[in-house]
């Protein structure tokens, strides 16, 4: 999945930090007023079609927490238990924030967030794989 280098952060150094647990509690404020999901999709999707080099490992399962996360919001899509869609969130919420454990505008800035989203996708694996074969079956749309 993910080549994490030497220089760049481990997903527990950042699971870790003040900012993801800003991060979390957000999410749950986000989980509590869905409607405010596809705001901060759209946020995420232009700061990810910025930056998509970078996040070129993570692409893909980046694009699948959007569409999750929007299905989620729509209440369509609700197979999912409570800790995946907090973490998926969080992750999101995470990468939208230009402050965090490496900043965005500094060289290598967003290492953090594709470790992150990285750790995310293996963490939730079984939910991800879950959602796109609900997609499948559904006739969705899998790929943005």
């Given at each position: ?30 989980l509590d ?98 959602f796109r ?12």
């Open positions: 999945m993910f080549n994490f280098r030497k220089k760049s952060p481990e997903a527990s150094e950042v699971r870790k930090s003040k900012w993801f647990k800003n991060a979390k509690s957000k999410a749950k404020n986000y007023s869905p409607d405010k999901i596809p705001s901060l999709i759209e946020r995420a999707k232009k700061k990810a079609k910025k930056k998509s080099g970078p996040l070129r490992e993570v692409w893909e399962g980046l694009m699948t927490f959007f569409r999750l996360l929007k299905a989620y919001a729509k209440k369509e899509y609700r197979e999912i238990p409570w800790e995946s869609i907090v973490f998926i969130l969080a992750s999101i919420i995470y990468f939208v924030m230009p402050f965090d454990l490496i900043s965005d505008f500094l060289p290598g800035g967003f290492i953090d967030d594709a470790s992150l989203i990285a750790w995310t996708l293996g963490s939730v694996s079984v939910d991800i794989e879950n074969q609900w997609e499948k079956e559904k006739g969705r749309q899998t790929d943005e």
